[in-house]
T-cell receptor
Framework: DAGVIQSPRHEVTEMGQEVTLRCKPI?????LFWYRQTMMRGLELLIY????????DSGMPEDRFSAKMPNASFSTLKIQPSEPRDSAVYFC???????????FGPGTRLLVL | KQEVTQIPAALSVPEGENLVLNCSFT??????LQWFRQDPGKGLTSLLL?????REQTSGRLNASLDKSSGRSTLYIAASQPGDSATYLC?????????FGKGTRLHILP
């Protein structure tokens, strides 16, 4: 199994641009989580899905952030418009059950200039 | 409100020593606690998961304990090796959320 796949690995964009981060979960995992990691705030849960349905999006910082999971093998996290304070590493993680071990992707390092 | 604290923020120990990393949380009504390892520039690797009904989990040289009543967990690493150098994070499952500590940066000196 290739594990959780995220793309791109690095993204540099200018303020105001739209950014789309992608995640391919481990096959058979019903839960998918999006996290953001910064030095100041550590690792924070943004949103998670169960069977493609968003369950808890209370961690999404603003309306500029949106996430979708159109099918069991693909999810996106979109920021529109992006701002410099969105610069962080964004991780996708999946698990077979909400209370089971989560497997993390390698992350997308986002820099908004 | 739940807060997760990891102390110390950084730790350096000589190779071969046993060491303990600490994680504390303020609300004991958790349903699990997980320890992760993060290497620079990489994603998180899950090390151990302890359910609320358990008191400890072991994997190789790692042992994690959980004391819900006191709001504490420890990660014990035996016979440390330079390859153990990484940042270690604990995360709790609570109120349908997952809350992470900020991690302990561990450096094993050869």
């Amino acid at each position: 199994d290739a594990g959780v796949i995220q793309s791109p690995r690095h993204e540099v964009t200018e303020m105001g641009q739209e950014v789309t981060l992608r995640c391919k979960p481990i096959s058979g995992h019903d839960y998918l989580f999006w996290y953001r990691q910064t030095m100041m705030r550590g690792l924070e849960l943004l949103i998670y899905f169960n069977n493609n349905v968003p369950i808890d999006d209370s961690g999404m910082p603003e309306d500029r952030f949106s996430a979708k999971m159109p099918n069991a093998s693909f999810s996106t996290l979109k920021i529109q418009p992006s701002e410099p304070r969105d610069s962080a590493v964004y991780f996708c993680a999946t698990s077979g059950d909400e209370q089971e071990t989560q497997y993390f992707g390698p992350g997308t390092r986002l820099l908004v200039l | 409100k739940q807060e997760v604290t990891q102390i110390p923020a950084a730790l350096s120990v000589p190779e071969g020593e046993n060491l303990v990393l600490n994680c504390s949380f303020t609300d004991s009504a958790i349903y699990n606690l997980q320890w992760f390892r993060q290497d620079p520039g990489k994603g998180l690797t899950s090390l151990l998961l302890i359910q609320s009904s358990q008191r400890e989990q072991t994997s190789g040289r790692l042992n994690a304990s959980l004391d819900k009543s006191s709001g504490r967990s420890t990660l014990y690493i035996a016979a440390s090796q330079p390859g153990d150098s990484a940042t270690y994070l604990c995360a709790i499952g609570w109120d349908d959320k997952i809350i992470f500590g900020k991690g302990t940066r561990l450096h094993i000196l050869p």
